[in-house]
């Protein structure tokens, strides 16, 4: 073998084991032994027995040979190299498909925990990166929570500083306020070491915790467009923050104990106990109840909003629910077995409050109905102090849950009964997606408050924007008794289109005295009535008894739109002489001939007839279609019976 006479002592030993390390690692092993006893302070030679060692998968041997380095030679660039991977390695201890990973997280654990502490706080304070250097530092503090009272107060301050002059700062959703409010301060919660920060840092961290995760969780009008990895269960975490911070700030351990059988209704109970025991202190003004109930509330909200939506089943398409004004018929049993309401005074004073009956359209539903019934509980003791409505309206302003409340004001008001702000609400909506959910309310409120002809347009514009979800009608839009009565109505076109026409068909029917009763209004009625046959067959008789008072009927939109075939049985009776032989002009083209029974011209009364068997041939044809189309075709018409 060839000798280069030009290369060092050590350099020669180096080469010999590396080339011998190939074919027989126990004499490169001797080559290093020797070299580590003849030039102990040459980082070449201390680094190759390293490397020797953990080529050949020795991990005691390797975390021996590295302490001595991170000891003796903590300038070397190389060794800095090294003490990257090692750290990288650390932080993805999970990693199992990389072996080198692997072996250095086992080296590190067969170093002395004393070399352990002082490489890990040497490599933080000496990292020049800012995000690496507090990465470092939460590696410490996990590793050896007795330095977290010493290094955690150092660690948020960076932390808080770091973010504030970032470039991404402004956005709640930030690798900073990631670090700090996803592993440092459960790291803290989870070790139960009293930390040396003040209230005021406290609540300034628990601010920050909230807005974080309620950005995060899409409760901001930001969209959060990069996270480096998805956080589980953030409510979990967000209540395990506020216990911590809450503990440290000595706070009622009953109002910030979120355990995993929890309920909304037994926390809300927790709040009144609080704001009871609490009342000679003016509760309302003290911070812990502003935060723990702004937690909750928007935890409620977020239920509450979730549940409008259910997850459907697999192929299926989700089905949303909307509040709305439905009706009560006095005539019908009170079925109902919420919780008994006041009588309602009026449809037109609503400003009167009446404890309204809130309906789902099924039992699964129910959730629903608990969700708001919770949220409302907490938005009215929120309103119910000056100072308490201040505050949270100063801390919304940086948390940012207007979108999130947006469904919710509008059925707090509707709920209260407060029309004027609903309407505010609902007149705000630019977005087009819920377009078709503002026309609905709209038209609602408007029949509730006896706005008859004003209903009309927000029907039509509803219609082009009727949903493909088909759905089916709905059986729970009237109860029993003359309460106000709530509704959630399946945002389904059949249950829309079901919805709007049961409002018009009130709206002309109840305007029907003001215009004496006219041909043309009954003759709508008589349309509208044929979607949701036979539940709006009650309608019928008092109108067939005015025309057979009148022994006539005209209504020139009878062949484009009336198929129902009870309906049509019932007019033809009355035509006959068993009926009353009531004059019935339903042939436009007939002109002035209005024709009855009694010495009629055969030819028109067999036209007759023949129209009637028609329009019955005609039964099986599609009811929301037929009806939208009289609604959309005839409004100016309809606008009449309004007026």
Not at 216 to 245: C, H, M, R
Not at 275 to 297: A, G, M, N, R, V
């Amino acid at each position: 073998m060839e000798i280069d006479l030009e290369i060092s002592d050590e350099e020669y030993v180096i080469q010999r084991a590396k080339e011998s390390f190939k074919n027989n690692p126990s004499i490169a092993k001797g080559w290093m032994l020797t070299a580590k006893i003849m030039y102990p302070n040459n980082f070449g030679v201390q680094f190759e027995a390293y490397q020797i060692e953990k080529n050949a998968g020795n991990v005691k041997e390797a975390a021996k040979c590295f302490s001595d380095l991170t000891i003796k030679f903590q300038q070397q660039p190389e060794l800095w190299k090294e003490i990257e991977k090692l750290t990288a390695a650390l932080r993805a201890e999970s990693d199992n498909n990389d072996p080198e990973k692997q072996f250095l997280c086992e080296m590190f654990r067969h170093i002395s925990s004393d070399v352990q502490h002082k490489l890990l706080l040497f490599t933080a304070d000496h990292c020049e990166d800012t995000m690496e250097h507090c990465r470092l530092l939460l590696l410490l503090l996990q590793r050896f929570p007795t330095a977290i009272s010493s290094n955690a107060p150092r660690l948020v301050d960076t932390l808080i500083s770091a973010e504030k002059h970032s470039v991404d700062g402004h956005f709640p959703v930030n690798p900073y306020r990631k670090l700090l409010v996803c592993d440092l301060l459960p790291l803290l919660a989870n070790e139960k070491v009293k930390v040396d920060l003040s209230s005021k840092l406290l609540q300034k961290l628990l601010h920050k915790a909230i807005e974080f995760y309620f950005c995060y969780l899409g409760l901001s009008t930001n969209a959060i467009q990069d996270t480096e990895t998805k956080i589980e269960n953030p409510w979990t975490n967000l209540f395990g923050v506020i216990e911590f911070i809450g503990t440290q700030l000595n706070w009622e351990p009953y109002l910030i104990n979120f355990s995993t059988n929890w309920t909304k209704e037994g926390y809300w109970q927790k709040i009144l106990t609080f704001c009871q025991t609490k009342s000679k202190t003016h509760p309302l003004e003290d911070k812990q109840l502003l935060f723990c109930l702004t937690i909750f509330f928007v935890y409620c909200l977020f239920e509450y909003n979730s549940s409008l939506t259910p997850e459907s089943s697999p192929g299926q398409i989700p089905t949303s629910y909307i509040m709305v004004e439905a009706f009560s018929d006095s005539s019908l049993p009170n079925l109902v077995t919420e919780t008994k309401s006041k009588k309602r005074k009026s449809d037109s004073d609503m400003t009167h409050y009446s404890t309204p009956t809130v309906t789902v359209e099924k039992p699964q539903l129910k959730n629903i109905q608990s969700n708001f019934m919770v949220c409302m509980n907490c938005w009215d003791l929120l309103s119910s102090s000056d100072n308490l409505k201040r505050e949270f309206i100063k801390l919304n302003a940086h948390l940012n849950v207007d979108t999130l409340l947006s469904e919710f004001v509008i059925d707090y008001a509707l709920y209260k009964g407060l029309y004027d702000e609903a309407l505010i609400f609902l007149h705000k909506i630019t977005d087009n997606s819920i377009l078709l959910q503002k026309y609905i309310r709209i038209t609602g409120i408007l029949y509730s408050r006896k706005n008859y002809s004003a209903c009309l347009e927000p029907i039509t514009l509803a219609l082009p924007l009727l949903p493909s979800n088909i759905g089916s009608l709905s059986n729970n839009l009237i109860t029993g008794g003359s309460q106000k009565h709530l509704h959630y109505l399946p945002v389904t076109r059949m249950s829309v289109l079901q919805y709007l026409i049961k409002v018009l068909l009130r709206c002309i029917k109840e305007n029907l005295p003001k215009h004496n009763y006219p041909d043309s209004s009954i003759g709508h009625i008589f349309t509208l009535a044929q979607l949701d046959w036979p539940q709006e067959e009650d309608f019928i008789p008092p109108l067939l008894e005015q025309i057979q008072q009148r022994r006539s009927f005209q209504y020139h939109l009878f062949q484009s739109y009336i198929i129902n075939v009870d309906i049509l049985e019932e007019l033809t009776y009355l035509w006959t002489s068993q009926g009353g032989q009531i004059q019935l002009d339903i042939l436009p083209h007939l002109g002035q001939r209005r024709i009855g029974t009694r010495g009629a011209d055969k030819g028109v009364k067999e036209e007759i007839k023949q129209a009637i068997r028609r329009q019955i041939s005609r039964s099986n044809e599609k009811l929301d279609e037929l009806l939208i189309s009289f609604i959309l075709n005839e409004r100016t018409q309809i606008l009449q019976s309004l007026m």
